[in-house]
């Protein structure tokens, strides 16, 4: 069983850095490739950044720049630093892997940007 807990979320003005974490449980940490998804009520979930075991990393465009994935093998976490963040950021994120076939989410933590 692949249990992921997020933390980090929270209130920050525009312009400003957060950085979450996402605690991943089981011996999948090692080959698996995390990602960092969000959603805002009404739309659907999106991918924001993707980091693969070998530390190949994706980005959504609007992201790009200003976000940083990255993953501590030693901890099992992977992080998402949060920087010059919009309006636009605020979000439920959510942390998440794909292992034997199996689609593995965490809880989400709340990201709210003011303007």
């Known amino acids: 069983q692949v249990q992921l807990v997020e933390s980090g979320g929270g209130l920050v003005q525009a312009g400003g850095s957060l950085r979450l974490s996402c605690a991943a449980s089981?011996?999948?940490?090692?080959?698996?490739?995390m990602g960092w998804f969000r959603q805002t009520p009404g739309k659907q979930r999106e991918l924001v950044a993707f980091?693969?075991?070998?530390?190949?990393?994706n980005y959504l465009e609007s992201v790009k720049g200003r976000f940083t994935i990255s993953r501590d093998f030693a901890k099992n976490t992977v992080y998402l630093q949060m920087n010059s963040l919009k309006a636009e950021d605020t979000a439920v994120y959510y942390c998440?892997?794909?292992?034997?076939?199996?689609?593995?989410w965490g809880k989400g933590t709340q990201v709210t940007v003011s303007s």
């Open positions: 980091i693969t075991s070998g530390g190949t990393t």
């Open positions: 998440n892997t794909f292992v034997s076939g199996m689609n593995y």
């Open positions: 089981g011996s999948i940490f090692s080959f698996a490739g």
